[in-house]
């Protein structure tokens, strides 16, 4: 995508998002202008945290075309090697380490959800979860 066409995709979503939110706006927090910006400054920050941005390039190369975007074999055998050292390691953990860093990390449970999923106090879960990586990082990397 050409700069011209996301630099007008951002004001257009910018006009809207003013639009939409323009009773939410208090006078005593801040002038019209600067309330305004920010949400322009905003959208431009989401709009480059999005994964599909893709700064072009001008590079012509017939090659490039033809090259997969799907990882290949060794890349297929790097990540079955590390998942397997991962299971390996936390199969070491105790049982509620492990589960709290299960839950948090392919469940994307936060430490207070995990304190209530799991009938602990918050900071138990926490202290589990820390130590649990920090495990988790010494075995790995011996």
């Known amino acids: 995508m050409k700069r011209e066409d996301w630099a007008e995709e951002i004001v257009q979503e910018s006009y809207v998002n003013i639009w939409n939110h323009a009773a939410d706006y ?17 959208r431009c920050l989401d709009w480059l945290r999005r994964p599909s941005f893709e700064v072009p390039e001008d590079d012509d190369t017939p090659l490039d075309s033809w090259a997969s975007a799907d990882p290949g074999p060794l890349a297929d055998l790097e990540r079955a090697s590390d998942a397997q ?38 900071g138990t879960v926490k202290t589990w979860v820390r130590r649990g990586l920090d495990r988790l990082r010494n075995c790995l990397s011996a």
């Open 26 to 42: 208090r006078m005593q927090l801040s002038a019209p202008l600067t309330w305004m910006s920010s949400i322009v400054r905003n």
């Open 85 to 122: 050292a991962i299971a390996k390691c936390l199969g070491r953990l105790e049982a509620k380490m492990r589960q709290a860093i299960m839950l948090a990390f392919f469940q994307g449970l936060s430490h207070s959800e995990l304190a209530g999923h799991m009938h602990e106090p918050l």
